[in-house]
């Protein structure tokens, strides 16, 4: 990583996989950019324990930053593990989005507080993957609230130091010192490798402050199409779309990008 001159950058959910969690589309190019040296850093929502588990399916070693940017996970040579944390305890956020629903007089629903059978049926994981799913330290998921609250939650989240992300089946509040972008400058702080060259995917407005922080942005279309919040939010800056959704566009967009890339 401290001298590669390529850096992959990808959120997960929506983006290297569907909402079926299925990674097959994107093994291929992945197992290629491992033979380049070309490092893929996964830059989640998910927590610990679930990136674990994609990054042994993957055969990844690489850094990986979870929870919307609230800490970041690498292991040195010796194996031995290092960790950077930047988001505030679940336990803080916790009584601030309490006191977010107190103020806007509506229940901010945390994500960990649904039910297993109201968990799948937003999230489509059952049985351990709930568990792993659960294991949250240092951000905050809660159930998108209805529009009209956007203004006041924004003018409250300056009072409480905090920012709340949207992304497509759930909101993030986080610490203002947390976020995806704000982590990929502390892992090339960490690496000393300030000329790496940033492709960056996400697919929702949560993935805005990575593709920010990426030299080359790429949204990744869903089924539907790209979002077209995170469309806007992009508006006067150069994206790229994805043809195909999901995995499938993850897969032909970094192998066109870093083809042209290594050929210039």
Known sequence: MNKSRIWIVSDVDGTLMDH??????AKETIAWLQRLGIPVILCT??????????RNDLNLKDPYIVENGGAIYGE???????????????????????????NINFKLRPLNTLNDDEAT??????????????DRHWSMPFLNPPDIFDKDLKRLCQIYDVEIFRGNRMSHLLSK????????????????NFNAQIIGLGDSPNDLPLLNNSKYKIVISGIKGPNQILLNQLK???????????????KEEVFKLVTKLLNN
Not at 45 to 54: A, G, L
Not at 89 to 102: A, G, R
């Open 236 to 250: 006067g800056t150069d994206v790229c779309i994805s043809k195909k959704p999901h995995g499938y566009g993850w």
């Open 76 to 102: 040195y040579s010796n194996g031995k593990e290092w960790e950077i944390i930047l988001g505030k305890s679940y336990t803080i956020l916790e009584k601030i989005l309490n006191n977010l629903s107190e």
């Open 121 to 134: 049926n937003l999230t489509g994981l059952e049985g351990e993957s709930l568990k792993l799913m659960r």
């Open 45 to 54: 929502s998910k927590t610990k324990s679930e990136v674990k588990i994609i």
């Open 20 to 25: 079926f969690y299925d990674l097959t589309p």
């Open 177 to 192: 010192n947390s976020n995806k972008g704000i982590a990929i400058k502390k892992l090339l702080n960490k690496n000393k």
